[in-house]
């Protein structure tokens, strides 16, 4: 299992709107997502999205990276691929 992540800055209504609304087709590749705002900025958000692989979450970076769908935001951590290591419930 591999995730795309990255924080963004910006007018989260409006970017969260643009997300929603799949520009670049990340339903047909990945497995979901999850959204964060932050509760100090919330022009804060915070993104994971799930893949299979690695390797479609690096393609579907790529994607996202040559793309226009982060020209209104600003980048506080760039698409980025990871890994689970460990997860746990309390």
Do not use: C
Not at 43 to 51: D, K, P, Q, Y
Request: avoid cysteine; charged fraction near 25%; glycine fraction near 6%.
């Amino acid at each position: 299992m591999a995730f795309l992540v990255g924080v963004f800055e910006g007018d989260f209504d409006a970017w969260k709107e643009q997300f929603l609304s799949d520009p670049l087709g990340r339903a047909q590749v990945a497995k979901g997502h999850t959204l964060l705002q932050g509760v100090d900025n919330p022009n804060l958000a915070f993104v994971r999205i799930e893949f299979d692989s690695a390797e479609d979450a690096s393609a579907f970076a790529e994607k996202v990276r040559g793309s226009t769908v982060l020209d209104n935001v600003t980048v506080k951590i760039p698409p980025t691929v990871a890994e689970m290591v460990d997860q746990a419930s309390y």
